[in-house]
């Protein structure tokens, strides 16, 4: 195993607020075995990402299926235990902890799923699947785990004899409402929201979006939000960070990286997304071929293989780092040849 | 070969029922439109709309005997469909008549090569040696973007990813020249990059054979770059058909108008972002317990006392369009 290849990702301080989480340096390879005597070799799924997540902010991350932004989620929860690198939240490394250090930080930190029939308890009630992380952190007992739960189903909007029906009674955005019920009851300030709109309906979508943004108006919750979905994430969130094999290609303030997109697969992904407009042809940017495998990551920029502007030298040779065109945008991109850079 | 000005696929009044412990339910519910020759027509819905019955109706694949078409018909290159016996309909399916549907790993025979799955379909309608098929496997693996077909020919699905597994599907959709191939959620479960390249493809087949297509989406970013016609569906009726560019200039159902404000605005669209988007408020109604009157009644911002007892009936206007909606009955009247 070797280190990380480069340094990826954002300064981890910024001003003089300490943010609500710092990921340092996070890498996560899986073992794979291949070849006749079962040499073993490792997916780099997420390889050297640094970020960090402000108090009340949505930080999107996006990226094509397999870039590793479901196992960075995971990591950030240590849900998946990173192979390298540290995570910070409130100030406290959470790194070396054991599980049962790691309890009251459990609390603080929710995760919603993007399945709104595989994540919940089909043999629970709902009352039960909602009260138990009050019950596992002792946050009320007796009749008052009770109010919490039915507070809690009243502030996403379900109605108070949900308590006592089963998961199947209820339609798939109702099913989220009480995915988010359950990550809302130990009142986290922090939760990692796994495409949680992808799996719903156009009409439904835009219930929960708005459910979301309320919750965090309300209550000052910072998300991690992974999607796909860029006209939700343009929407949702302050930030965004876009992934391309288990790298940090872009990051800043999601107005100008929308805006102004400074890596060629920003741009290319942007490109891709279907507008509901019959009338406006936008230039589509088509790459060429699929995402590489993280088992065997061309070298160099882990993008140029499918990139318009690969020089055959630079972006063969040598990883790019994330840095900042315009001293002070927060808008970074590790690309040697960006968007309105000299060529 | 049939005439070009003819519609390739013409539903009248399909209806399709469903039973269940509480007697017969209509998922698909008095449904006609067209398709024509070489024609992209989209078929928009939300889940439980009925979308995914009525072209498993058209296949006639609905599941026997607890779903059951009991009316209509289904006029394929002239053709009534729902008179054909199931040995007819065999030798039509996969060869004129083509589908690709979502899941390209549950629809591949996970032990079977990709090659041995296009041949099959191949030596079912055509008299060729097993040699042509094989050959004509790679041919249709590089025509749909396939890096080292005669290699991947011998690959099991596994051995693929989701935009590859979808493009042997598209393969064995398009091996026999199909007349039409119905396209269900094909791109739902790619990414947005793979789902260009796979739209772009349906576009090649059209050009190159003259094949039309039934897509079958609930993303209606998909349907404005690729309809020509959208036919929208909820609670197993069409609610509102129309040429795409009308329909999203200026949609006659509040149901239609409802969804596209939902929607939030492309990510390189520059459109101030809104704090909250316009939401559709309550669900589709259910089954079993749906409204008398218009089915949207209780989810329309227009809905009056009118709608709750008489069911809308359809409205045609000129220019290929029309509409299930009272507010529309005025209008068209002189």
């Known amino acids: 195993m070797t280190e990380p290849t480069g340094v990826q990702g954002e300064p981890a301080v910024q001003g003089k607020r300490r943010p609500l989480l710092q990921v340092e340096r996070i890498s996560k390879l899986f073992p794979t075995t291949t070849g006749w005597f079962g040499r073993a070799s490792f997916a780099r799924a997420v390889d050297g990402v640094t970020l960090y997540v402000r108090h009340g902010e949505t930080l999107a991350l996006v990226g094509e299926s397999g870039c590793g932004k479901t196992t960075l989620g995971r990591c950030v929860l240590r849900l998946i235990e990173p192979t390298y690198g540290r995570i910070v939240f409130e100030g406290k490394d959470l790194s070396p902890l054991s599980q049962r250090q790691l309890r009251p930080f459990r609390k603080q930190m929710q995760l919603i799923f993007q399945d709104p029939y595989g994540s919940l308890n089909p043999r629970m009630r709902v009352g039960d699947i909602v009260a138990e992380g009050i019950r596992i952190h002792k946050l009320a007992s007796g009749s008052e785990v009770m109010d919490r739960v039915a507070a809690v189903l009243d502030s996403v909007g379900l109605p108070a004899d949900s308590v006592t029906r089963y998961p199947h009674a209820f339609s798939a955005g109702q099913r989220q409402r009480i995915g988010i019920a359950r990550a809302l009851a130990v009142e986290p300030a922090f939760i990692v929201c796994d495409e949680p709109v992808s799996a719903l309906d156009v009409s439904v979508r835009a219930q929960i979006t708005n459910l979301l943004q309320d919750l965090q108006e309300q209550r000052h919750i910072a998300y991690l939000f992974i999607s796909h979905d ?79 502007k690969n020089d055959g030298k630079f972006c063969v040779e040598q990883v790019p780092s994330l840095r900042e065109l315009k001293a002070g945008s927060h808008h970074r991109v590790a690309c040697w040849h960006p968007e309105g850079g000299p060529a | ?209 003259g094949t039309a297509t039934l897509l079958i989406t609930h993303d209606l970013g998909v349907v404005a770059g690729f309809a020509e016609h959208v036919v929208v569906m909820y609670a197993g009726q069409v609610v509102e058909s129309a040429p795409v560019k009308d329909l999203f200039r200026a949609p006659s159902h509040p149901y239609t108008q409802a969804l596209l404000r939902s929607l939030p605005p492309s990510p390189d669209s520059a459109a101030p972002r809104e704090r909250r988007l316009p939401v559709i408020e309550g669900r589709v109604p259910d089954l079993m317990s749906r409204p008398a009157g218009c089915r949207f009644q209780d989810r329309c911002p227009q809905v009056h006392d009118a709608c709750r007892e008489t069911a809308p009936p359809w409205v045609g206007r000129e220019g290929g369009r029309g509409a299930r909606c009272l507010l529309l009955r005025g209008e068209s009247e002189p």
């Open chain 2, 1 to 209: 070969m049939s005439d070009p000005s003819q519609p390739v696929l013409s539903l009248r009044g399909l209806s399709t029922e469903v039973r269940t412990d509480r007697g017969g339910a209509r998922v698909v519910d008095d449904v006609s439109f067209d398709v024509p020759a070489a024609g992209k027509v989209a078929l928009v819905g939300e889940s439980g709309s009925g979308k995914t019955m009525t072209a498993m109706s058209v296949l006639r694949l609905v599941p026997s005997p607890s779903a059951k078409i009991v009316a209509g018909r289904v006029e394929f290159r002239g053709r009534d469909l729902l008179s054909l016996s199931e040995r007819e309909m065999q030798r039509l399916r996969g060869n004129e008549l083509a589908m690709v549907f979502q899941e390209p790993m549950t629809s591949l025979n996970p032990v079977l090569t990709v090659g041995y799955q296009i041949t099959e379909t191949l030596r079912a309608h055509q008299s060729i040696s097993r040699k042509q098929a094989r050959a004509r496997a790679v041919e249709l693996l590089d025509r749909v973007g396939i890096p080292s077909p005669s290699a991947r020919v011998d690959a099991y699905p596994h051995q693929l990813s989701g935009g590859m597994r979808q493009r042997v599907m598209m393969a064995i959709a398009m091996c026999c020249r199909p007349a039409l191939i119905i396209a269900d959620e094909p791109t739902t479960a790619l990414d947005v990059t793979i789902e260009a390249q796979i739209l772009d493809l349906l576009d090649q087949v059209r050009v190159a054979d």
């Open chain 1, 230 to 308: 860029l006209s939700v994430v343009r929407h949702m969130s302050h930030r965004v960070a876009v992934m391309y094999l288990g790298k940090l290609v872009e990051v800043g303030a999601t107005d100008a990286v929308f805006a102004e997109p400074l890596h060629p697969y920003t741009r290319a992904l942007l490109s891709a997304v279907p507008v509901a407009d019959p009338e406006r042809k936008r230039l589509r940017i088509l790459l060429e071929g699929e995402i590489p495998s993280p088992v065997s990551p061309p070298p160099g920029c882990p993008f140029h293989p499918r990139c318009p």
